[in-house]
């Protein structure tokens, strides 16, 4: 498949690079390594690096491309909160600058990254696609935003898109290092120092946690579903389960070995209590079928973290 993957540099790009390039076909990376790292770029990718932002570095990107993988963003809702512009910029002009320019070239299918955010909290948990989306954030108004321009482009134009809702996608290759880093990571790290794992308000928070794979193959799934079912769409992408972040702890800590008591903080603002999704539409329409279980899922993190340390 000839495609491009934006962000293909970052976490969950640069897995869907790997899994491209081994299928075969001409694959581009388009990426400015703002977040994203070398060291995560296939070599048998074809690497721009350059901004979304940017329309001649993004035309040159999308050229002989059949399919995109619009995954560049600037992530992390509190990155969001210290920098709406930003996020604004890269996630709304630089989704409809991608858009643009692959209709523009003739690209076939498009796959935007949106996110469970946009939800805000629903009423109906499991959550499917129909209830009401109530961002809380710059970056929740960011994805929506996006999802509205890929799906009015669907309508409008000769080009087929899928809006895919990743729920806290977790894997290898997500930073611990970085200032917006996501709870999984952070507690690894924790853990694995002997440090107290630092918890907004109670832990009983819980999430939909979805490993990185089974993202990867959403996106595969998603290229290949026919366009008469799933174009204009947009999908939930979890597994439907929920953990709290007291029990992800109670997992961490037997795999690392580390039982270090956590630290327990101010809750965050806008934080959501109940996160899960309910992914019957992505299981009949793009038969995506996600395979792995937490635990596995977390092994394979923390076995990543410790070969990442000194
Ligand atoms: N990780 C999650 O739990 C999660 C959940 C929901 C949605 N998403 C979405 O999935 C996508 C990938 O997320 P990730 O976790 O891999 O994040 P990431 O930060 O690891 O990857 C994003 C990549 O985009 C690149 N990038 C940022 N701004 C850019 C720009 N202006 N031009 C070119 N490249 C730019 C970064 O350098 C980075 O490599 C994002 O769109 C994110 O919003 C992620």
Redesign the pocket.
């Known amino acids: 498949m000839d495609a491009l993957v934006?962000?293909g540099?970052?976490?969950?790009?640069s897995h869907l690079t790997d899994a491209l390039v081994a299928l075969g076909g001409r694959v581009k990376v388009?990426?400015?390594?703002?977040?994203?790292l070398e060291r995560n770029l296939n070599s048998g990718a074809e690497f721009i690096n350059?901004?979304?932002?940017d329309t001649d570095a993004v035309a040159q990107a999308v050229e002989g491309c059949e399919y995109v993988f619009h995954?560049?963003?600037?992530?992390a809702v509190a990155r969001s909160l210290a920098n709406p512009l930003g996020s604004n910029e890269?996630n709304v002009t630089?989704t409809l600058n991608v858009l643009t320019a692959a209709r523009d070239a003739g690209v076939r299918r498009l796959m935007f990254?949106?996110?469970?955010s946009i939800y805000g909290g629903a009423d109906v948990v499991p959550t499917p696609e129909t209830q009401p989306l109530r961002p809380r954030s710059p970056y929740a108004v960011s994805?929506m935003a996006g999802e509205w321009y890929v799906r009015v482009f669907a309508e409008l134009f000769e080009i087929e898109t899928v809006a895919l809702r990743?729920f806290?996608?977790f894997g290898p290759r997500?930073r611990p290092d970085s200032t917006y880093a996501?709870v999984i990571p952070l507690f690894i790290s924790a853990l694995l120092d002997g440090q107290p794992p630092t918890v907004h308000g109670d832990g009983m928070q819980s999430r939909d946690f979805t490993f990185v794979t089974d993202v990867v193959q959403a996106n595969l799934c998603a290229a290949r579903a026919p366009s008469e079912v799933c174009s204009g769409n947009a999908y939930n992408i979890a597994p439907g389960a929920t953990h709290s972040l007291i029990e992800l702890l109670d997992m961490l800590g037997t795999i690392t070995g580390s039982n270090v008591a956590p630290n327990f903080v101010a809750p965050r603002a806008g934080d959501i209590r109940l996160s899960r999704a309910d992914a019957a539409l992505a299981n009949a329409q793009l038969d995506w079928h996600p395979t792995h279980n937490i635990l596995d899922g977390l092994r394979e993190t923390v076995q990543w973290v410790q070969t990442q340390r000194p």
Request: aromatic share 6%; proline share 0%.
């Open positions: 934006t962000g540099a970052g976490f969950i790009g388009l990426d400015d390594l703002s977040a994203g350059g901004s979304i932002t995954l560049a963003a600037h992530g890269a630089g990254a949106s996110s469970s994805k990743y806290n996608v997500q996501a």
